[in-house]
């Protein structure tokens, strides 16, 4: 792997008081301030940049906005002129993270690991800069794979039971007499021996990390390295702004999404939670976010377009962002009826039933989820709600199916 020299990178920096302000922005607590100015002014003394990590499992092929919050905060540490350090978790994806789960992951197989990693870095390349000067990129194969059982002993030598057990995750399934595996309680001992194997000086997580991050301190500690500062962000509340933004739950926005539909599924967002998205997912300044939250002189609903087309013109560009906004105006200006001109046809049987039709035009994932949604009134055909999740409905060439005010599609008859 081909070394850049650190003053080619440190070049670069920022003023000490300016970083800081930068990479604490919209973090939830950093272990601690202190360490992290510390650092940062002997990296802007010394023209060494501190080394920052963040470890990321392939356990699925794609990332949300949710993933970003993390990743952006990684790009300030590019963007001050610190070397990024990501940690491609080939090895620990194997096992799964077991953070905020209340049962065992399955174990991914090879081929599913090396299948989501290869979509990651083209994504993760929408956020932060992939340039060899500002990257580095290391698979935690590279150290995990090669121990032998007595490596994994000494590993396990540095932590006691008790301290394991006081993770939320393993006490809260304890308590409620759900097994825990042995092999999960690997996982923290993993990620923290990836701090010492890269010599992290910062790790990145969002704060279900915490416990994970930490433990990497006291690796590095009993490994005679300075302990690495933690950076913990906040999780991104998802679009029913409720629960954390999950592609299970269905309440997220893709980064790999059409502009379209990342312009609608913010404009869907509660208005409380746009302070949250502004600070989290964008770079607009404090001072005009503010002003954009302010209600006497910003109207809500504009201050929603600006969050989405600052949104959609990241991860696509400006002309995709307006023509986004167009599109959506166009539809919703005309009231709940409005449809756009270009939709997908969908090949249908002349006579379908209400679940089979909702579930065939991917409106949902299984016949459970489309019985309620039309319990519910969110499907309609041709603008009236099917109601009837047992109906049996006559198809005519030409009908719109619609769920919500984003999905559309056209049905075409079979013959």
Not at 124 to 130: E, H, P, R, S, Y
Not at 135 to 158: K, T
Not at 298 to 304: G, I, N, S, W
Request: charged share 25%; with cysteine; glycine share 8%.
């Amino acid at each position: 792997m081909q070394r850049v020299p650190p003053r080619s990178i440190a070049a670069r920096m920022k003023p000490v008081e300016e970083q800081i302000e930068v990479l604490t922005r919209g973090c939830e607590r950093v272990y601690s301030e202190r360490e992290l100015a510390e650092r940062v002014t002997r990296a802007v003394e010394t023209g060494k940049p501190l080394r920052a990590k963040l470890g990321m499992d392939p356990t699925a092929p794609d990332l949300t906005l949710g993933h970003t919050v993390v990743l952006g905060k990684l790009r300030d540490f590019q963007d001050m002129g610190h070397r990024a350090v990501l940690i491609v978790g080939d090895y620990t994806a194997r096992i799964g993270d077991p953070t905020g789960k209340s049962k065992t992951r399955p174990i991914l197989t090879d081929e599913q690991v090396d299948a989501n990693a290869k979509t990651y870095l083209d994504q993760a390349g929408k956020v932060i800069d992939l340039s060899p000067e500002k990257l580095e990129i290391r698979r935690n194969s590279e150290w995990l794979a090669p121990m032998d059982f007595a490596d994994v002993i000494r590993l396990a030598g540095q932590t006691t039971v008790a301290r394991m057990l006081e993770r939320d995750t393993f006490a809260n399934r304890q308590k409620a007499g759900v097994e825990i595996h042995l092999h999960e309680l690997f996982y923290p001992l993993m990620q923290a021996h990836d701090s010492v194997m890269v010599r992290s000086d910062v790790e990145l997580g969002g704060n279900d990390q915490t416990f994970n991050n930490l433990m990497g301190r006291d690796f590095q500690r009993n490994a005679g390295q300075p302990p690495q500062v933690v950076v913990i962000t906040p999780l991104l509340v998802g679009t029913d702004g409720h629960e954390k933004m999950s592609k299970s739950l269905g309440n997220y926005i893709g980064i790999t999404e059409p502009a379209a539909d990342m312009f609608g599924k913010t404009m869907s967002i509660p208005d409380a939670l746009m302070g949250n998205y502004f600070e989290l997912l964008t770079r607009v300044p404090a001072a005009e976010v503010n002003r954009l939250l302010d209600g006497s002189a910003t109207h809500p609903r504009d201050a929603k377009v600006m969050l989405a087309k600052t949104i959609v013109s990241q991860y696509h560009d400006d002309a995709a962002a307006d023509a986004a906004c167009d599109e959506f105006f166009r539809i919703h200006g005309a009231g709940e009826a409005g449809q756009p001109d270009d939709m997908p046809e969908l090949p249908v049987p002349a006579t379908i039933g209400s679940v089979a039709l909702v579930v065939t035009a991917g409106f949902a994932k299984s016949n459970s989820e489309a019985r309620r949604l039309i319990s519910e009134q969110g499907v309609r055909l041709n603008g009236d709600p099917i109601g009837d999740p047992y109906a049996e409905l006559a198809i005519e060439t030409g009908s719109v199916l619609q769920r919500g005010k984003r999905k559309f599609v056209r049905l075409v008859v079979q013959s």
